[in-house]
T-cell receptor, first 111, second 111 residues
Framework: GENVEQHPSTLSVQEGDSAVIKCTYSDSASNYFPWYKQELGKGPQLIIDIRSNVGEKKDQRIAVTLNKTAKHFSLHITETQPEDSAVYFC??????????FGAGTQVVVTP | SQTIHQWPATLVQPVGSPLSLECTVEGTSNPNLYWYRQAAGRGLQLLFY??????ISSEVPQNLSASRPQDRQFILSSKKLLLSDSGFYLC??????????FGSGTRLTVV
């Protein structure tokens, strides 16, 4: 089955700097990769996703890149703000139709 | 778009007591429904999923059970809670679009 690894587990950045979170997956048949943001005490919220037929997708300050050959995908947050502080999860839809989640990255944006 | 209603938001229960957490979905029909547990730390552990009324698949052996009495209702239960059942429980729905919609979660503390 699919195995998703996420790094780093914790990321501290200065406000205004960029944050990058990387995930790798094992199932070459995976074709959909969402990213979720979870604020304290709340459920995860979908923030951006990418399908395997594109290499990059951008939505304002958030972008996701996908390298299918290397089987890794990354979340990029530019011009970070305090409200970006949260736990971020990557996920991959495996060939069984199930989502496999990374272990999460705690992002802390310091003013 | 889908909306997940999950309650209660917090629950404190004594060891050995029963449990019933409810999740209802709006905005979609015949969704795949999921129960996840998120222990201290960040990982999401899939407990149960359902592809239709009365159809339940269990991912891990445990003290919990799930039921789906109606198309958009998913219930997580236990006859006798253990201390190890404490955690943050999330219901998720996957409808016609690829990604999940998560509920707001239930924080269960077993004392």
């Amino acid at each position: 089955g699919e195995n998703v690894e996420q790094h780093p587990s914790t990321l501290s950045v200065q406000e205004g700097d960029s944050a990058v979170i990387k995930c790798t997956y094992s199932d070459s048949a995976s074709n959909y990769f969402p990213w979720y943001k979870q604020e304290l005490g709340k459920g995860p919220q979908l923030i951006i996703d990418i399908r395997s037929n594109v290499g990059e997708k951008k939505d304002q300050r958030i972008a996701v890149t996908l390298n299918k050959t290397a089987k890794h995908f990354s979340l990029h947050i530019t011009e970070t703000q305090p409200e970006d502080s949260a736990v971020y999860f990557c996920a991959a839809l495996d060939s069984w139709g199930k989502f496999q989640f990374g272990a999460g990255t705690q992002v802390v944006v310091t003013p | 778009s889908q909306t997940i209603h999950q309650w209660p938001a917090t629950l404190v229960q004594p060891v050995g007591s029963p449990l019933s957490l409810e999740c209802t979905v709006e905005g979609t029909s015949n969704p795949n429904l999921y129960w996840y547990r998120q222990a201290a730390g960040r990982g999401l552990q899939l407990l149960f999923y359902s592809v239709g009324i009365g159809q339940i698949s269990s991912e891990v052996p445990q003290n919990l059970s799930a039921s789906r009495p109606q198309d958009r209702q998913f219930i997580l239960s236990s006859k006798k809670l253990l201390l190890s059942d404490s955690g943050f429980y999330l219901c998720a729905s996957r409808g016609r679009v690829y990604g999940y919609t998560f509920g707001s979660g239930t924080r269960l503390t077993v004392v």
